[in-house]
């Protein structure tokens, strides 16, 4: 069952993003810095580890390699029954998410996994 998707404005700007960045993760912040929102960084830059949890690798058409979004295994606790979608709105979020100098930020919309949905 898979854990986590994109829309289509999300999928455009990790295009734009891995065109100027090179390859690109998401760590989803658990609530310091931009409340609780998924920060996207290149590739290794933000360090992963055992108390780190891999939701999913998100496949994005034009892109080669797929994008692994993270998630600290304390969070995780808490929203290991929900499926989770990378949405991109404007305003500005965190700066250190790379989409920051792009006027929009990435966000996550929630529901609830059930046996029917993916």
Do not use: N
Not at 3 to 25: D, N
Not at 63 to 76: L, T
Request: some cysteine; hydrophobic content about 40%.
């Amino acid at each position: 069952m898979d854990r986590i998707a994109l829309t289509p404005a999300a999928a455009e700007l990790i295009r734009k993003l891995r065109a100027e960045h090179g390859p690109l993760m998401f760590h989803q912040s658990g609530g310091c810095c931009d409340g609780s929102a998924p920060m996207c960084y290149p590739l290794g830059e933000f360090r992963t580890g055992g108390s780190d949890v891999l939701l999913g690798e998100l496949e994005v058409d034009g892109v080669q390699e797929p994008v692994g979004f993270w998630m600290s295994a304390s969070q995780f606790e808490l929203w290991a029954h929900t499926h989770l979608t990378v949405d991109v709105v404007p305003g500005r979020g965190s700066g250190f998410s790379l989409e920051a100098p792009e006027g929009v930020r990435f966000l996550i919309r929630s529901r609830l996994l059930d046996d029917t949905a993916s």
